[in-house]
Nanobody
Framework: QVQLVESGGGLVQPGGSLRLSCAAS????????MGWYRQAPGMQRELVAV???????NYADSVKGRFTISRDNAKNTVYLQMNSLKPDDAARYYCNVPYTSPYSWGQGTQVTVSS
């Protein structure tokens, strides 16, 4: 079964933190670069962080220094630690394999940043 399941979103105040998780099926996860995307209402989906199978990371300028992507290859799971959250970070967050035709998108996890 090919699937992506995101979790960990919620409501947080500006300046707060959240940790997102994405559990992927082995067919998707094993050996692949993984990425976190986000999509705000009325906006295009944007790639915010990527991590290679050996842990090399890259970030969009908008999140650099605040977000950290990591992965646990034994659990087929990729994480996104989000610190110093801003209202502009509010979006639905998804994971997938970047730079290629994506697998079917999961339901995502909603992040709301509001006081």
């Amino acid at each position: 079964q090919v699937q992506l399941v995101e979790s960990g979103g919620g409501l947080v105040q500006p300046g707060g933190s959240l940790r997102l998780s994405c559990a992927a099926s082995d067919r998707i996860f094993s050996g692949n670069v993984m990425g976190w995307y986000r999509q705000a209402p009325g906006m295009q989906r944007e790639l915010v962080a990527v991590i290679t199978s050996i842990g090399i990371t890259n970030y969009a300028d908008s999140v650099k220094g605040r977000f950290t992507i990591s992965r646990d290859n034994a659990k087929n799971t990729v994480y996104l630690q989000m610190n110093s959250l801003k209202p502009d970070d509010a979006a639905r967050y998804y994971c997938n394999v970047p730079y290629t035709s994506p697998y079917s998108w999961g339901q995502g996890t909603q992040v709301t940043v509001s006081s």
